[in-house]
């Protein structure tokens, strides 16, 4: 009963260093979308996807690309990472995104540093 | 724009009753919701409320007045391990994404 699952939980990179952070849900969620936590400003969402191939930005896109080749897999790369980006990044699925009832559901997080 | 507010910080004792409120400034929006997270981990999904009024489960309890712009979150029977923070959210009309308060820690006392 896997549900939403990311890697790395941890990383440490070096201003510069591009990576891609993995998501993948085995709930066959329409809806998955990346988010980051920053102390004291709560959840701020930074790509989403209603299904495969579809994708589009949220609040806070820039620095950071999403694909969404697969229902299952969403991948988040960083493409030359700030300081500014030393944040938790969550990734969830909802089974439709536009059902508004719906509730995400959310991995454990990746807590990323960027030296 | 949207923006939600919320109480950074509430105390309460183990055994009582709690309420966290949630004011919002939206020009449209499809409900609220309450989502928990403890400290290291997750958030988690506890209630939603699409329409004005209370919604229960179990010991927690949400509610919604639109014509008031606010919402609140009841915990009742505290117990320790609801020591965490809570966030209200609400979807946005006009692309049906999620806007996030910033939060409310609850701190519970034995």
């Known amino acids: 009963n896997a549900g939403v699952t990311q890697t790395p939980k941890f990383q440490v990179l070096k201003t510069g260093q591009s990576m891609t952070l993995q998501c993948a849900q085995d709930?066959?969620?329409?809806?998955m979308s990346w988010y980051r936590q920053d102390p004291g400003m709560g959840l701020r969402l930074i790509h989403y996807s209603v299904g495969a191939g579809i994708t589009d930005q949220g609040e806070v896109p820039n620095g950071y690309n999403v694909s969404r080749s697969t229902t299952e897999d969403f991948p988040l790369r960083l493409l030359s990472a700030a300081p500014s980006q030393t944040s938790v990044y969550f990734c969830?699925?909802?089974?439709?995104?536009?059902?508004?009832?719906?509730?995400?559901?959310f991995g454990d997080g990746t807590r990323l540093s960027i030296l | 724009g949207q923006s939600l507010e919320q109480p950074s910080e509430v105390t309460a004792v183990e055994g009582a009753i709690v309420q966290i409120n949630c004011t919002y400034q939206t020009s449209g929006f499809y409900g609220l919701s309450w989502y928990q997270q403890h400290d290291g981990g997750a958030p988690t999904f506890l209630s939603y409320?699409?329409l004005d009024g209370l919604e229960e489960t179990g010991r927690f309890s949400s509610f919604l007045s639109r014509s008031d712009s606010y919402g609140y979150l009841l915990l009742q029977e505290l117990q320790m391990k609801d020591s965490a923070s809570y966030f209200c959210?609400?979807?946005?009309?006009?692309?049906?994404?999620?806007?996030w308060g910033a939060g409310t820690k609850l701190i519970i006392k034995p």
């Open positions: 959210a609400v979807r946005d009309q006009s692309n049906y994404q999620l806007i």
């Open positions: 709930m066959n969620h329409e809806y």
């Open positions: 409320n699409g």
């Open positions: 969830a699925s909802s089974a439709s995104g536009t059902r508004i009832n719906q509730p995400q559901h």
